[in-house]
């Protein structure tokens, strides 16, 4: 009966030794997961604001394109005399020597 005692108390000791190691090795591995979220230079919250921040700059870059090709279709417009009066009459209030400009308000 003893040496059944004793080997009841031994497994009892492993299991708990066993568990013991499993909570530590838990804890380790969670500290760890924890650090590589929050604290790490790469963690997951600097991702997050870095692929916003990315986000940003690629619409900024559509944006800037669309006004670069607008700009450059302005650009060869230049050329055209045409253009060139109809904007100096619109934008600038000229006028040819022998014109009237009547200003209407809306």
């Known amino acids: 009966m003893e040496e059944q005692e004793k080997n009841s108390i031994s497994r009892l000791n492993e299991f708990k030794d066993f568990f013991t190691q499993k909570r530590i090795i838990i804890i380790i591995v969670s500290i760890f997961c924890i650090w590589l979220i929050f604290f790490d230079q790469n963690s997951m919250l600097h991702r997050y604001e870095a692929k916003k921040?990315?986000?940003k700059l690629l619409e900024t870059k559509k944006e800037l394109q669309e006004k670069i090709k607008e700009t450059?279709?302005?650009?060869?417009?230049?050329?055209?005399?045409?253009?060139?009066?109809?904007?100096a009459r619109e934008k600038h209030w000229m006028k040819k020597s022998n014109e009237d400009i009547y200003i209407i308000t809306e």
């Open 72 to 87: 450059n279709e302005e650009l060869k417009s230049l050329d055209n005399d045409e253009y060139i009066e109809r904007v």
């Open 53 to 55: 921040e990315q986000k």
